[in-house]
């Protein structure tokens, strides 16, 4: 069965960072893109940040730039988000997805979906 499992979702507060891990069962990463997504409560899921498959090209949503960064290891058959300088704007249930080699901008394209790691930036 092929799944994917995201964890380090937490309570932090603003300012702090978190590192989230998508890891993969049933079958190997490395021949797929991973995008990582997030919802808010009331918003619709918005992209976040992506890994092609190769490792060789990423993308970061503008309101992550600079804080964020995406990395793999498929060694380890796990895709990360290391999170700083985290805001309240940040709050939200956070998901990795896996498509085919390439990312892309749409939700639809991608074919695996874990079930999501909360991240709550409070005081």
């Known amino acids: 069965q092929l799944q994917l499992v995201e964890s380090g979702g937490d309570l932090v507060q603003p300012g702090g960072s978190l590192r989230l891990s998508c890891a993969a069962s049933g079958f190997t990463l490395d021949y797929y893109a991973i995008g990582w997504f997030r919802q808010a409560p009331g918003k619709e899921r918005e992209g976040v940040s992506c890994?092609?498959?190769?490792?060789?090209?990423?993308h970061l949503a503008d309101s992550v730039k600079g804080r964020f960064t995406i990395s793999r290891d498929n060694a380890k058959n796990t895709v990360y988000l290391q999170m700083n300088s985290l805001k309240p704007g940040d709050t939200a249930v956070y998901y990795c997805?896996?498509?085919?080699?390439?990312?892309?901008?749409?939700?639809?394209?991608?074919?695996?979906w874990g079930q999501g790691t909360q991240v709550t930036v409070s005081s």
């Open positions: 890994i092609w498959s190769s490792g060789a090209s990423t």
């Open positions: 997805a896996a498509r085919g080699r390439y990312c892309s901008g749409s939700i639809r394209d991608y074919d695996y």
